[in-house]
C-alpha cells in the first residue's frame, strides 16, 4: 500500500505540488508557524510527498507546513517521501489535520467522511450489511470494530459524536462547504446536527440562509424554510425531484462528477436506451 523513500529527505520547495484539497490553509495556522519557526530557529515536523511515477512531488500533510515555507522564502524543506496508492494519500491528508490541526466543527465533519468513505473502500466488511463472517472479517484487526468505533478510539472522542459529525459532511457538496466557510458565524456542531438530517431542496435553502447571515443558526433557518413552504402552493414532486437533481450536479466538483458517472453511468445510459426506444 505505501513505501517510504528514504534516501528523499529534502526536496525544493518550488518542486511541490499542493493539489486538491479538502480545506485550504488558513493564514493564522501558517502564521503560527512562522512564529514556531521564529522562536525555535526549525520547523519542528516534515510534510509528506507522494512521489508519482513521472517523477512529480505531490503535497500529501503539511499544507500548512509548505505555505509557511513559502512565505519564508525557504528554497527547500525537510520531506517525508512515499510511494503509494490514492487511499493512503488521502487518509495521510486526513488523519493529519484531524490529530494535528484546530479544525472547525464543519471541517471536522468534511475530514470524517472522507476518511468513512475511505475506511469502508479499504474495509468493505464494515460498511453496514457487509459480511461479518467472512475469513478477512475475522483476521482483519483493523475491521473488527465499525468506522465510528475506530475512528472514535483513534481520536479520543465518542461514537456518536461520530456519526453526528459524519452525517451532516456526507450530505453537504463542495459548493455548500465553501459558503459555510465564509460565513460571518461559525457552523456549530448543533448546526451541523441539523444539516444532517435534511434532504438536498431544505439542505440548500439553509445552507444559504445561513451562509447569508439571514439566520443565527441551522435550526432557525430550517424553521424559516418550513414556514416559507407552508405559505406557497405544493410542488409537483417530480419537478421538484428534477430540481433537487440538477442543483446537485451544479453544485458539484468535478471530482464527485466522476464519480457519479462512474458508480451511476450505466443506469444512465439504460435509462435513455429505454427512452430512445419508448419515443420511436
Not at 520547523?43 to 507546513?65: C, E, S, T, Y
Not at 453537504?172 to 459555510?180: F, H, I, K
Request: neutral net charge.
Amino acid at each position: 500500500m505505501a513505501e517510504l523513500l528514504t534516501t528523499i529527505t529534502e526536496l525544493p520547495v518550488a518542486d511541490i505540488e499542493i493539489g486538491q484539497r479538502l480545506r485550504p490553509a488558513s493564514e493564522a495556522g501558517v502564521q503560527a508557524i512562522i512564529a514556531s519557526i521564529g522562536e525555535l530557529g526549525v520547523m519542528k515536523d516534515p510534510i509528506h510527498v507522494r512521489r508519482q511515477k513521472d517523477g512529480r512531488a505531490i503535497l500529501m500533510a503539511g499544507l500548512h507546513r509548505l505555505t509557511a515555507a513559502r512565505e519564508l522564502g525557504w528554497e527547500t524543506i525537510k520531506v517525508a517521501c512515499w510511494r503509494c496508492n490514492d487511499d493512503f494519500a488521502r487518509l495521510m491528508e486526513i488523519d493529519d489535520n484531524l490529530a494535528g490541526a484546530e479544525l472547525t466543527a464543519l471541517d471536522t465533519a468534511v475530514f470524517l467522511a472522507e476518511r468513512k468513505r475511505v475506511y469502508e473502500k479499504l474495509h468493505p466488511e464494515a460498511r453496514q450489511g457487509g459480511d461479518r463472517r467472512s475469513a478477512q472479517f475475522q483476521t482483519d484487526t483493523m475491521s473488527v470494530c465499525s468506522f465510528a468505533n475506530a475512528t472514535a478510539e483513534k481520536f479520543g472522542i465518542t461514537e456518536r459524536h461520530v456519526r453526528r459529525m459524519v452525517a451532516a459532511g456526507e450530505r453537504l457538496a463542495g459548493d455548500e462547504v465553501s459558503r459555510l466557510r465564509k460565513a460571518a458565524r461559525p457552523v456549530g456542531l448543533k448546526d451541523l446536527q441539523v444539516i444532517g438530517t435534511l434532504g438536498p431542496t431544505e439542505r440548500y435553502a439553509v445552507v444559504d440562509a445561513f451562509a447569508e447571515g439571514k439566520a443565527k443558526s441551522a435550526a432557525k433557518a430550517l424553521a424559516a424554510v418550513k414556514a416559507s413552504a407552508n405559505s406557497t402552493p405544493p410542488v409537483d414532486p417530480h419537478e421538484q425531484a428534477f430540481l433537487a437533481l440538477s442543483t446537485a450536479w451544479k453544485r458539484s466538483s468535478a471530482i464527485a462528477r466522476r464519480r457519479f458517472a462512474d458508480e451511476f453511468g450505466h443506469e444512465v445510459e439504460a435509462l435513455i436506451a429505454r427512452h430512445g426506444v419508448a419515443a420511436e
